[in-house]
Every structure is written in structure tokens, then in C-alpha cells.
């Protein structure tokens, strides 16, 4: 079974800090996605990004990175100078291709707040 | 494209009375995916169609529950007697059939049971 841990429940910064938000994955599959939601206080889940297992390059976009590390099984989130809208909740979650159903296995997310 | 909508938004129902939620997954997706979100929680995911057949259960969808997706297009999730443990938000994603393409997620109907 796949196993998604936020062990950060909520953080809060000061504007134009930088932030990194953890996660920490389990899964028996060889082959297996992993992906970060956005969930503002509007409720909609906002996908970030979307990575396989294969793929271990590390991503930027703006002010957004992301760190793969197979060796730790995590999948770190990192924003730069951040701004008050980047305050949301954010998931992350997997999803195996091989066993069980095409299901994204969310963790408890974090809360961010960032503060003017 | 228009993204996936949900309908209603809010639902408030008295306990025992039944509720019909709706999803309209983006057009061409053919997988539709229910999830439940509690709060302070990560969704859970419910159910999910590859077109019309519906391929997988959760557990935590009981017998009260039961969702279906006729025509392979929108689909409804419907719930019996509602219990006060039912209110949560629920959310709909739909994706295209590649892999394990990525779930859009549509604003979620968020339910109180009273």
C-alpha cells in the first residue's frame, strides 16, 4: 500500500522568505508518480507538478523547485521569496501504476500562511 | 477547455434525507474520480470510471453510497440516509487515459449533514 507523510502541518512566514515543505513517500511499485496539489481557501485543488519514478531531475518553475531524492523517498517543495498568495494548503501525493487503481494517495497537506 | 464542475456547491440536508451530487469531467477525459475530503484531511478516493464501467470501490464507500456515470460522461454520486459522519467535502477529477495521467480536480461539493 502507498503511504504519503506531511509531517509539517502548518508553517507560517513572512513574506519574501523561502519555504520548503516536506514529503515523505512509501510504495511497494517499481513505477509510481508523484505529484503536488495547491488547495487555496477557495477549495479547489490546483495541480503544481507531476513527476515519475524515473525521473529524478530536480524541476523549477518561477519561484517553485522541486527535490526528488529516491534514496530518502521524498519529494520536497520548495518556494522562493514567497507572496501572500501563496498561502494555501498543499498536498502531496502518489500514485502507483501497477498495483491497486490509477488512485492519488494524498497526504495531510500543509498549511502555509504567508504574512505581509 | 472548461475545467471539471460540480453541482451544487454547498448542500445542507437534514440526516436521513438522500443527496445526489453531479460532476462534469473535462470533455475527451474518460476516467472520473471521487474523492472524500474531511477536515484538516487529504481527499480519500471513493471510486473510479474508465468511461461507463466503473473499475474500483473504496471500502469507505458503504452501502449507502453509490455512484454511476451512464453514458460515460458526467456522473453522479449519491448518498442514502445521510448520517452526520457524511459531511465532508467531496471532490471530483476526471484525466485522460495515458499512464497515469494527471487528475484534474473540479471545486468540490462540500456537504453538511445536520
Known amino acids: 500500500a502507498q503511504k504519503v507523510t506531511q509531517a509539517q502541518t502548518e508553517i507560517s512566514v513572512v513574506e519574501k522568505e523561502d519555504v520548503t515543505l516536506d514529503c515523505v513517500y512509501e510504495t511497494r511499485d517499481t513505477t509510481y508518480y508523484l505529484f503536488w496539489y495547491k488547495q487555496p481557501p477557495s477549495g479547489e485543488l490546483v495541480f503544481l507538478i507531476r513527476?515519475?519514478?524515473?525521473?529524478?531531475q530536480n524541476e523549477i518553475s518561477g519561484r517553485y523547485s522541486w527535490n526528488f531524492q529516491k534514496s530518502t523517498s521524498s519529494f520536497n517543495f520548495t518556494i522562493t521569496a514567497s507572496q501572500v498568495v501563496d498561502s494555501a494548503v498543499y498536498f502531496c501525493a502518489s500514485e502507483g501504476i501497477i498495483q491497486g487503481a490509477q488512485k492519488l494517495v494524498f497526504g495531510q497537506g500543509t498549511r502555509l500562511t504567508i504574512n505581509p | 477547455d472548461t475545467g471539471v464542475s460540480q453541482d451544487p456547491r454547498h448542500k445542507i440536508t437534514k440526516r436521513g434525507q438522500n443527496v445526489t451530487f453531479r460532476c462534469d469531467p473535462i470533455s475527451e477525459h474518460n476516467r472520473l474520480y471521487w474523492y472524500r475530503q474531511t477536515l484538516g484531511q487529504g481527499p480519500e478516493f471513493l471510486t473510479y470510471f474508465q468511461n461507463e464501467a466503473q473499475l474500483e470501490k473504496s471500502r469507505l464507500l458503504s452501502d449507502r453510497f453509490s455512484a454511476e456515470r451512464p453514458k460515460g460522461s458526467f456522473s453522479t454520486l449519491e448518498i442514502q440516509r445521510t448520517e452526520q459522519g457524511d459531511s465532508a467535502m467531496y471532490l471530483c477529477a476526471s484525466s485522460l487515459t495515458v499512464g497515469a495521467d494527471t487528475q484534474y480536480f473540479g471545486p468540490g461539493t462540500r456537504l453538511t449533514v445536520l
Open positions: 513527476r515519475n519514478s524515473f525521473d529524478e
